[in-house]
């Protein structure tokens, strides 16, 4: 069963949301708005299940993803990004790895935005 | 007369004679020297305006020909006997060329062009298109009176073929170039509009959720807040895309300056940053500008202050001088600053470190700026701040 949920995400207004939901659902939620102090929570804490944003400031999502995997985290991982497959590509060739591709296939889901909220919820909820 | 005397005149008439006949025979050496000097001078003109791949013809003043080269009559497939005598537009009618001419004629100045187009080759037959480099030069007599001309003609066909092939390149690779951005912008701006949308999803499912059991005022300002947002963003990708000539307006730009932080304060409504104007006593507030361009440009560049600048107190700064005939503004904030490596990338389209943005901003008002023959520079000092420096000439 999942309870302790982390977001990294930098969009204040979109963490509000995301709270709001899912404290209102009986979930445990923490919130970090970049990924440095992502990072730092991670090692702090145990959570069932992280949503992460890929584009954030200080240390990436692929960089976030890269420690989860690196340091054995056990948290189901949802990724919520703007980016489209096609776009990925061109965006990655510049920006990133191509082992940042690979990291993307070891996590539980990814959601497009503007994704419906009972999707992320789904996600959330399916064992 | 005594026999000694008449033999003493025929010595002395017989000494004449050879004499004469002794300057008779240098006359005569003399001449056939001439003679051949004339004819290897004629040689060697007749070699120079022969063994050249330039079509020569020598005209008179009723631009009958005189002479033609090889070139010319081998060019034509006539000889070059066929042209002695005839009328230049007798062959080749054209009113145009008639023209330039008699131009020539009145005027004693030459006439010069490079790469025209002929549609016709000179036996009046169509032809594939070819271009030429051509010349009619006056030809003046002892009077200084023009009383001949000088036409030349060079074939230049390949040359032109060529320039147009480099142009037609160059044009494609722009194209492409153009193509390639627009699917970096349409990436870009496909992402940063899915954010605040994504927010707007998240807050309609809030609204849902509460139905009448919690106020919604929040969502409700969320939304409005996610969509200025997004019309900032089209609003960006318009401006790039049609970046135009500025329509110059006097305007007041201590008004267009306000315009900008009353909106940029629409969209950090609860960060707690100051915002101090310092404006210099001679500073000349009216300025000939595109004023909506130029909000544009204060609109960026105080979005990008106010992003900078996190956790800590915020100070932004103006300052408005006049200088020189120009007006300088100059916008000072304490947030983070730029990475030294960054800071010359800043004005290239798509270049940004934030995690939200087009990249565009910048390269926008660097564009803008130009187009009103200013300058905009920038300084940075890491998680010390940024100053930009606009300088904008009063007059046009």
Same mark, same amino acid.
Not at chain 2, 255 to 284: H, R
Not at chain 2, 356 to 374: D, P, Q, V
């Given at each position: 069963m999942i309870k302790k949920i982390l977001i990294i995400e930098d969009d204040k207004d979109m963490c509000n949301e995301l709270n709001e939901? #899912?404290?209102?659902?009986?979930?445990?939620? *923490?919130?970090? !708005? +970049?990924?440095?102090? /992502?990072?730092?929570?991670?090692?702090?804490?145990? @959570?069932?299940?992280?949503?992460?944003?890929?584009?954030?400031?200080?240390?990436? /999502?692929?960089?976030?993803?890269? @420690?989860?995997?690196?340091?054995?985290?056990?948290?189901?991982?949802?990724?919520?990004?703007? &980016?489209? %497959?096609? *776009?990925?590509?061109?965006?990655?060739?510049?920006?990133?790895?191509?082992?940042?591709?690979?990291?993307?296939?070891k996590v539980d889901s990814v959601l497009i935005k503007p994704f419906k909220l009972i999707e992320l919820i789904n996600e959330i909820e399916k064992p | 007369m005594k026999h000694g005397e008449k033999d003493f005149k025929k010595k002395s008439y017989q000494k004449q004679i050879e004499k004469l006949k002794e300057t008779g025979?240098?006359?005569?050496?003399?001449?056939? &020297?001439?003679?051949?000097?004339? %004819?290897?001078?004629?040689?060697?003109?007749?070699?120079?305006?022969?063994?050249? *791949?330039? #079509?020569i013809a020598y005209l008179d003043e009723n631009f +009958?020909? =005189?002479?033609?080269?090889?070139?010319?009559?081998?060019?034509?497939?006539?000889?070059?006997?066929?042209?002695?005598?005839?009328?230049?537009f007798a062959l080749y009618p054209d009113k145009e060329y008639k023209k330039i001419f008699n131009r020539v004629l009145k005027t004693g100045k030459s006439y010069i062009i490079f790469g025209e187009k002929f549609h016709y080759d000179r036996n009046m037959e169509k032809l594939n298109d070819s271009y030429w480099d051509w010349s009619l030069h006056p030809v003046f007599d002892t009077d200084k009176k023009v009383d001949g001309m000088i036409l030349t003609l060079l074939d230049v066909t390949e040359r032109v073929k060529a320039q147009q092939e480099l142009i037609n390149t160059k044009e494609q690779l722009l194209q492409s170039k153009r193509l390639s951005d627009l699917g970096l912008l349409a990436a870009a701006v496909a992402h940063e509009l899915r954010n605040p949308l994504s927010v707007i999803q998240a807050a309609l499912y809030n609204i849902e959720r509460k139905k009448g059991k919690a106020p919604i005022q929040p969502q409700l300002y969320t939304i409005e807040k996610k969509i200025r947002e997004g019309d900032q963003i089209i609003t960006n990708l318009l401006t790039y895309a049609k970046i135009k000539i500025p329509d110059f307006k006097k305007a007041d730009i201590l008004?267009?300056?306000?315009?900008?932080?009353?909106?940029?304060?629409?969209? !950090?409504? =609860?960060?707690?940053?100051?915002?101090?104007?310092?404006?210099?006593?001679?500073?000349?507030?009216?300025?000939?500008?595109?004023?909506?361009? =130029?909000?544009?440009?204060?609109?960026?560049?105080?979005? +990008?202050? !106010?992003?900078?600048?996190?956790?800590?107190?915020?100070?932004?700064?103006? *300052?408005?001088?006049?200088?020189n005939n120009h007006m300088v503004l100059t916008i000072v904030d304490n947030g983070e600053g730029i990475k030294k490596a960054d800071l010359s990338r800043v004005f290239e389209p798509f270049f940004?470190?934030?995690?939200?943005?087009?990249?565009?901003?910048?390269?926008?008002?660097?564009?803008?700026?130009?187009?009103?023959?200013?300058?905009?520079?920038?300084?940075?000092?890491l998680s010390k701040g940024t100053t930009i420096v606009i300088e904008l000439p009063y007059a046009k």
């Open positions: 939901a #899912l404290m209102d659902l009986g979930y445990q939620v *923490h919130l970090a !708005f +970049n990924g440095l102090s /992502g990072k730092k929570m991670i090692v702090k804490d145990k @959570f069932d299940c992280i949503v992460l944003d890929l584009k954030i400031p200080k240390y990436d /999502g692929y960089q976030v993803l890269n @420690f989860i995997h690196k340091n054995n985290i056990r948290s189901k991982v949802i990724v919520i990004t703007a &980016r489209m %497959k096609i *776009h990925y590509e061109e965006i990655t060739r510049r920006n990133h790895e191509q082992a940042d591709n690979d990291l993307l296939k | 025979i240098k006359l005569e050496v003399n001449h056939k &020297r001439l003679q051949n000097e004339i %004819k290897q001078k004629n040689n060697l003109l007749e070699r120079i305006f022969s063994n050249t *791949h330039i #079509l +009958n020909f =005189i002479q033609v080269n090889n070139t010319y009559a081998n060019y034509n497939k006539k000889s070059i006997n066929y042209y002695t005598g005839k009328n230049y008004t267009l300056l306000d315009e900008s932080i009353g909106m940029v304060k629409l969209i !950090f409504p =609860i960060e707690n940053i100051q915002i101090n104007k310092i404006i210099s006593d001679d500073f000349i507030r009216f300025i000939e500008i595109d004023p909506v361009q =130029i909000k544009k440009v204060l609109d960026n560049i105080l979005l +990008n202050s !106010f992003q900078s600048i996190k956790k800590r107190k915020g100070v932004i700064e103006i *300052h408005a001088k006049t200088v940004t470190r934030k995690s939200r943005g087009t990249g565009l901003g910048l390269s926008i008002s660097m564009e803008i700026i130009s187009l009103h023959n200013g300058k905009i520079t920038i300084d940075s000092k």
